[in-house]
């Protein structure tokens, strides 16, 4: 009786409306904003194939980290002593594991993966004890047993060298994104399903909203430290202006109407989730890499407005709207069940930019991309299909 008296206190209360994002809740974003800001510039150091694909591998992870600490707040009381206390000891992991960024694929690779497995085993292990009464109970445990079997794949990996530790990186993020399809099946202890999460869908919109907020202020930050650093011209000062428009664009294709209209959708359906966990956990994914990407290519373009166009440079300026477009179309189809026609539309015309790379500019490939943007922003401001 007395655990359970302690669950009840650690949960916290719903309300009809959807429970606030605490300032606690805030505050540990901001090892996440270090996160992200380590990942753009290591994709702008390293912007190649390899290089992509390693920056991928650890946006997979650093976005599994925070959204599952997300799901865990959902739940528990971020204000309750022991929530918050096992909350620092993430932040502490985070900051540890966003510090190795740089360099996790040469000489930090175990700081990196030894920080990401203690932050998955340890808020695991903590909601696993915590919920031993609650209903939820069975599912934290198998999340537990999971992620403390990709823990040992991480931690060979962080002790392997060259392509051996991305190889079982990769297996173990594979095996991570894999358990919430299967319901975290695990021998002796059964399987879950999405009907038992009961989410309270606006607390996750609204964490989800504010991690958006996070890479859209790193885009802005790129695009103000590269234009100070630079020797004013013309064609930077176009740049700068079609980045600036870029970020306004993609923050209103975002926050106009679908990030409101979407937690209540999802907190009104019969599985919500299972909505949450498609719309959420997995489709937002691309929508964040899209915007990382394109504050790469901000930087590019207004460090060398009139220059060549080469396959990175026109990648990273077609391919981060490209990203975050796809996303977006997949998660409102998810969301409202219905695919939007300006967004396929605008997929369509950043393919037929690519036709002119040959040609064009960097400034002249950010410019009509961000028209492109610009026009799915209108399509919104007029109430028109989302």
Not at 16 to 26: K, Q, S
Not at 294 to 299: E, L, N, P, W
Not at 308 to 330: D, E
Not at 378 to 386: F, H, K, S, T, V
Request: charged content about 10%; aromatic content about 10%.
């Amino acid at each position: 009786m007395r655990s359970e008296r302690l669950t009840d206190r650690l949960f916290r209360q719903r309300s009809p409306h959807g429970t606030p994002v605490t300032p606690f809740e805030l505050f540990f974003d901001l090892v996440y904003v270090f996160a992200v800001t380590q990942l753009g510039h290591g994709l702008a150091e390293h912007f190649t194939v390899a290089g992509a694909a390693q920056t991928l591998l650890l946006l997979a992870a650093v976005w599994w980290a925070w959204m599952y600490t997300s799901w865990t707040t959902n739940w528990f009381h971020p204000d309750h002593v022991a929530v918050r206390l096992t909350l620092v000891g993430v932040m502490l992991a985070s900051l540890v594991m966003a510090a190795a960024i740089p360099s996790a694929f040469d000489g930090r690779g175990l700081w990196f993966a030894g920080a990401y497995a203690a932050i998955q085993v340890g808020r695991s292990l903590f909601v696993a004890v915590a919920a031993r009464s609650h209903p939820l109970g069975p599912t934290f445990q198998r999340i537990l047993a999971w992620h403390s079997f990709t823990a040992v794949l991480w931690i060979a990996g962080g002790l392997a060298d060259g392509p051996a530790g991305a190889v079982l990186w990769t297996a173990a993020l594979a095996l991570e994104y894999a358990a919430p399809w299967h319901g975290y099946t695990t021998p002796f202890l059964g399987r879950s399903h999405p009907s038992e999460w009961t989410i309270d869908a606006e607390h996750m919109a609204e964490r989800c909203r504010l991690f958006m907020l996070i890479v859209l202020g790193e885009s802005l930050l790129v695009a103000g430290a590269t234009f100070s650093g630079a020797q004013p011209s013309a064609g930077r000062v176009a740049a700068f202006l079609s980045a600036f428009t870029a970020a306004v664009a993609l923050w209103w294709i975002y926050f106009h109407r679908a990030a409101d209209a979407a937690g209540e959708r999802i907190a009104a359906s019969g599985d919500p989730g299972r909505l949450g966990r498609s719309a959420y956990t997995y489709l937002h994914v691309p929508v964040i890499a899209g915007v990382i990407v394109t504050a790469v290519a901000v930087k590019t373009t207004i460090a060398h407005p009139t220059g060549t166009v080469t396959a990175g440079t026109a990648c990273a300026i077609l391919g981060g709207p490209l990203l975050f477009l796809a996303g977006h179309l997949l998660f409102t189809r998810a969301v409202f069940g219905h695919l939007s026609r300006s967004r396929l539309l605008a997929l369509a015309a950043l393919a037929a930019l690519g036709l002119t790379t040959a040609i064009a500019t960097p400034l002249m490939l950010m410019g009509g991309a961000a028209a492109v943007l610009l026009s799915v922003a209108a399509g919104e401001l007029r109430g028109g299909e989302g």
